[in-house]
């Protein structure tokens, strides 16, 4: 079998309950995402899959270089932010390999489309690690319509040239997601040219706009985080917008006859936001609760995933990763090892499952956590917490002084896994949009 085409779709801020192939509930128009609920039913559901991190770049780090992400001094801010244009420390380093370069290197066509939020050009970029093309923003979050930042500069780009184009964000990146597949078709009638596209939409991200919300965009734009707006009615349209866009995507491959063979990953950088559905988890964006990063996997690729499989192997995000590389056939660079594990045998059958221990940390609320088999480690504001998360989702039962030498020993394994990671810079900054002033916490 030829090598397959790779689609990496990463939504960004969706919540682990916000699709219907995850429990989400129909919204006043109908279902809010059918065509990923079709991607589920005839490919791969994993209901353990989690991100690198709770929150966006820190995650993209991982994802790009199948690493953790805690190895890279631009991964430590929580999110980088649009200050950080013009530093040469806060980025992806144009040296370090990456999934792309390797696949690039290996003889795929490479492009991002949508969402880079690694660091800004002329140091850091996506066409400077391993894209060929990239179009899309560079910062966190744009607004929907005039595609500025948080500072209100315009950040839409065609390489590293600044790019207008009008139109709803969402649809933008849908279209030329569906243009790349059309021109990759041509080209592999000519030659042997698998693909790599990155899709990272920034939807359901803030600032809350549907398609019909262009009238909207003037008043939001001094302050992307809508902190006043938006609601789960809008909410729902977003991520309804994006599945459009994704059924436009698997169109195209079908019409070209290269659906059976392309590799299509869809996840979410973080758990949701303030208007997602993560039930039955609890926390969110920026927690190391369950709502915080147990998102949504799914794997579709007819010419090996069998239709209608559900796995509960614990994942990551760099697992995916390692996954697209061994998929293609290519090694990782030999002095930086993979810190991902490629999930190629569940795929292949979704009853196979391997032990696989995850860890997370954040600056923020000085937050730990170790998933291993059924038990949870976790410590947020100097509280240690022991879950046992098949009987407990929603992490409300502690069964730290019920089971002391499993909290002890699971606490160690953190700790000498920490070890192992460069510690935290006195200067990485955590970058809250809003606090309890603006909203009842959880």
Known sequence: MARPNIIFIVADDLGYADLGCYGGRDAAFGPVSPVLDGLAANGLKLTQGYANSPVCSPTRFGMITG??????????????????????????PTDHPTLPSLLKASGYQTALIGKWHLGYPP?????????????????????????????????????????????YLTDILSKRAV????????????EEAPF???????????????????????????NLFDLAGGNIHVYRRMIHHMDEGIGWIMDALKKHGMADNTLVVFTSDNGGERFSDNWPLVGGKMDLTEGGIRVPWIAHWPAVIAKGGESTQLCMTMDWSATMLDAAGVAAHPDYPLD???????????????????????????????????????????????????????????????????????????????????????????????????????
Not at 73 to 89: C, F, K, L, Q
Not at 179 to 190: G, I, S
């Open 196 to 222: 790599f596209l990155s899709l990272h939409y920034t939807a359901p991200h803030w600032p809350w706009e549907t398609r019909d919300d262009a009238a909207k965009a003037p008043n939001i734009k001094d």
């Open 123 to 167: 140091t850091f970029g996506p066409l400077r690690s391993g894209y060929d093309e990239f179009f899309g923003p560079m910062s966190g979050g744009v607004d929907y319509f005039t595609h500025c930042d948080s500072t209100g500069r315009h950040d839409l780009w065609f390489g590293e040239e600044d790019k207008v184009e009008e139109g």
């Open 67 to 92: 690493r953790y992400q805690y190895r890279l001094r631009g991964a430590a801010e929580e999110p980088i932010n649009s200050r950080s244009r013009g530093s040469t420390t806060l980025g992806l």
């Open 179 to 190: 243009d790349y597949v059309e021109r990759m078709a041509e080209l592999q009638k000519k």
């Open 340 to 442: 991902g594990v490629s999930l190629m045998p569940v795929l292949k059958d979704a009853s196979k499952s391997f032990r696989r221990p995850l860890h997370w940390r954040m600056n923020h609320r000085g937050q730990e956590a170790l998933r291993d088999g059924d038990w949870k480690y976790l410590k947020v504001d100097g509280n240690e917490y022991l879950f046992n998360i098949p009987g407990d989702e929603r992490e409300r039962a502690n069964l730290a002084k019920k089971e002391p030498e499993r909290l002890a020993a699971m606490r160690a394994d953190w700790q000498a896994w920490n070890a192992t990671m460069p510690a935290i810079p006195e200067d990485a900054t955590v970058s809250l949009g809003y606090s309890v002033k603006d909203m009842p916490q959880r």
